[in-house]
């Protein structure tokens, strides 16, 4: 593919801000969720490097990294008013059995760049570093980067640690990779990309009071006409036994239940919107 020099490229496709985030942003003021936060936006803050710091966000399905990640990219939408406009955060999910090509074209599709799919590798690594300086991308998300892996398949495997090691190099700016334990299987293939990457985990919540300090603290956001007391211990209590000790897991249990109490016409959440709420999400948390 023959690019014109330094042709922005135009997004299309990403509202912004994106409802899903800001439909879970009441639940992401949790301790470790607003230190990664905090991390991801000293990245984005820092200058240019020739071989920048980069963040890996661990944690299984229903830890709520995804959620982060998404709303992390909606506190720093497209600067449109600039011409170029400009991208702040390019966040994009790694699909399964991904290899260093598919990677690629997922990146240039999320900053809505044009590419063939007979392009070779290195031509789509030099237009997206080119596009991505033009449109001064400051920092970019991986989500479920633990896709990367192709069990039995090491050189595919190799090869997206590679497109990983050539985009922090040209780039000059940070990557956040989000996924499982799996992640830091995969940095540990390059050790010197490794060494790069800090790496945040997302903890389990045993801690009872800080589940019945952050169910008080939901709870305000849901708006019912009557309170539902939501932090006590009866209902800290079943939440925990039904949604397990991961961040997402609890706060997609209590979303559900509001859901529940309002179709029901109900004027606060009790136990039973709980329960009924649970069959309804829990597959989710299996997947």
């Not at 720093?76 to 260093?100: A, F």
């Not at 990367?148 to 780039?171: F, H, P, Q, W, Y």
């Not at 709870?219 to 539902?228: I, K, Q, W």
């Amino acid at each position: 593919m023959t690019d014109k020099p330094r042709k922005p490229p135009v997004r299309v496709d990403r509202p912004t801000p994106s409802p899903r985030a800001r439909f879970q942003d009441p639940w992401v003021p949790f301790p470790t969720g607003m230190e990664a936060l905090k991390r991801m936006a000293k990245l984005i803050a820092r200058p240019d490097e020739g071989r920048p710091m980069n963040l890996a966000l661990i944690g299984d399905s229903g830890f709520g990294k995804s959620h982060l990640l998404d709303h992390f990219a909606d506190c720093y939408p497209d600067v449109v008013d600039e011409m170029p406009p400009r991208i702040q955060v390019l966040l994009i999910s790694v699909v399964s059995n991904s290899d260093r090509n598919m990677l690629l074209r997922e990146l240039l599709t999320g900053m809505g760049a044009s590419f063939s799919l007979r392009d070779p590798y290195d031509e789509m690594l030099r237009s997206f570093c080119i596009k991505a300086d033009t449109a001064g991308v400051g920092l970019v998300i991986l989500d479920e980067f633990h896709n990367g892996i192709s069990g039995g398949r090491r050189e595919r495997t190799l090869g997206m640690i590679k497109a990983v090691r050539d985009l922090s190099n040209r780039l000059r700016r940070p990557i956040v990779a989000g996924g499982n334990e799996k992640v830091k299987e995969l940095l540990r293939y390059d050790p010197q990309l490794m060494e790069r990457f800090a790496v945040e985990e997302l903890p389990l919540w045993k801690d009872r009071e800080a589940v019945k300090r952050f169910l008080a603290t939901f709870e305000r956001t849901l708006a019912m006409p009557e309170p539902s007391h939501l932090g006590t211990d009866d209902v800290t209590s079943l939440v925990m036994k039904l949604a397990g000790d991961r961040m997402g897991s609890i706060a997609e249990l209590v979303r559900e239940a509001h859901r529940v109490a309002v179709a029901q016409g109900a004027s606060k959440i009790e136990e039973d919107h709980i329960r009924a709420a649970h069959p309804l999400v829990k597959r989710g948390w299996a997947a």
